[in-house]
């Protein structure tokens, strides 16, 4: 073997003419061999950037447009083109009024809304009204549909204006078939990113925003989470499908990116949070908020910021208030029973009594107020 040095002459193990380097550079010369020299790793690589790159068949067929086949007449496509126009007209400006419309509601309402239950916002144009919560749900399902229609609209319009523009590079005598002018049908730069931004980023930013909000109540936030994330999906492989010259062919790299950076979103924005929902929540902010006489037993308020707060007679029995920001708190009259206290914030606490201690349960590292003992720790739960 041109391999072999004075270790071949060595016996290894009692046996005779056996050599150990020559053996493990066999081992590795066969890996290579079978697996990245022609062997089974690259076949099953080639096929899958085959299959990828191949547009007619599924999945690169859903994000390549498929062009049409048949030829219609030209006064067909004209009015074809003006009602796919205006209804993609309308269906745009609705969407731009409902997102702004949500987005004001979502930034501009507190913590305290997602806590009380008779908090109820004003729908537009009707008398009904929606508690917060159910408002998040609804409006994050409705820019959902909205958004689906809207692409709907828009796949066929787009059709629509290759055949226009298809038709008008073979008339000659006849006058072409002239563009419905919209804020989509510009060719300027400024017009295509207004589309892009209202088309594509819109919808996905202010569903972003409605479930950062409701990330608060873990159970809310991870329902618009399975709402959010396919909007994202959605927003990179519209994208993709309506690349006005995609690549031919594509580059391997590219055909793998536009599956697996999906993927990775989907794991990052889908699959954690429904693994750790507890990671997951963000800490309401409570900051100079009026609780008085809430009701909130059972309420998860780990790390709140809640200084200043008034939670004057409010029932917050079994609440987890750990590690929240209580300094300078109205805690007159709070049932506290049974709250794990641990690493609670308490310095500066108004009206907060011995009694009350001692029905929470408190560790070395929760601050109370001067003047309080600090009771025994509440028993480990089993």
């Known amino acids: 073997m041109d391999r072999c040095n004075e270790l071949c002459t060595k016996e290894v193990a009692g046996y005779c003419g056996y050599c150990a380097l020559c053996n493990v550079l066999a081992e590795r010369d066969r890996f290579i061999r079978v697996w990245l020299k022609g062997g089974l790793f690259l076949d099953c690589y080639d096929w899958l950037i085959a299959r990828l790159q191949d547009q007619s068949k599924a999945p690169g067929r859903w994000l390549y447009s498929v062009p049409r086949t048949e030829v219609r007449h030209k006064d067909v496509v004209r009015e074809a083109h003006k009602q796919y126009s205006e209804a993609l007209n309308k269906t745009m400006l609705t969407l731009l009024g409902v997102a702004f419309f949500c987005m004001l509601i979502t930034l501009g309402s507190p913590d305290q809304l997602l806590l009380a239950a008779e908090s109820k916002i004003k729908v537009p144009f009707t008398d009904a009204s929606l508690p917060f919560v159910g408002f998040l749900v609804v409006a994050a399902l409705l820019l959902a549909v ?41 060719p300027d730069a400024v017009s295509r990113l207004f589309t892009f931004a209202i088309f594509y980023m819109l919808v996905p930013m202010v569903v972003y925003v409605i479930r950062e909000k409701a990330r608060a109540l873990p159970e809310v936030g991870l329902l618009l989470t399975y709402v959010a994330g396919p909007c994202f999906v959605a927003f990179f492989l519209l994208g993709i499908r309506r690349m006005p010259e995609p690549l031919h062919p594509p580059q391997p790299l590219v055909t793998l990116g536009q599956y697996v950076l999906p993927a990775l979103w989907v794991v990052y924005f889908i699959v954690i949070p429904t693994l750790n929902p507890e990671g997951f929540q963000r800490p ?81 590292h929760t601050q109370l107020p001067e003047g309080l003992i600090r009771p025994a720790p509440c028993p480990a739960k089993p």
């Not at 409570?286 to 780990?302: E, G, I, S, V, Y």
């Not at 709070?334 to 029905?359: C, H, I, S, W, Y």
């Open 284 to 364: 309401f902010n409570l900051f100079r908020t009026d609780l008085t006489k809430a009701w909130l037993p059972r309420t998860n308020m780990r790390n709140a910021s809640a200084v200043l707060a008034n939670f004057q007679e409010a029932n917050l029995v079994l609440a987890n208030l750990q590690g929240a920001d209580l300094r300078g708190a109205n805690l007159q009259g709070a049932d506290l029973r049974g709250d794990p206290l641990n690493e609670t914030k308490l310095m500066g606490a108004k009206n907060f009594t011995q009694e009350q201690v001692n029905t929470a349960c408190v560790n070395e």
């Open 146 to 186: 909205l958004f689906i229609y809207l692409h709907v609209l828009y796949g066929y319009w787009l059709d629509c204006e290759r055949e226009r523009r298809s038709i008008n590079e073979r008339l000659i005598w006849t006058p072409p078939i002239e563009s419905i002018p919209m804020l989509f049908s510009f």
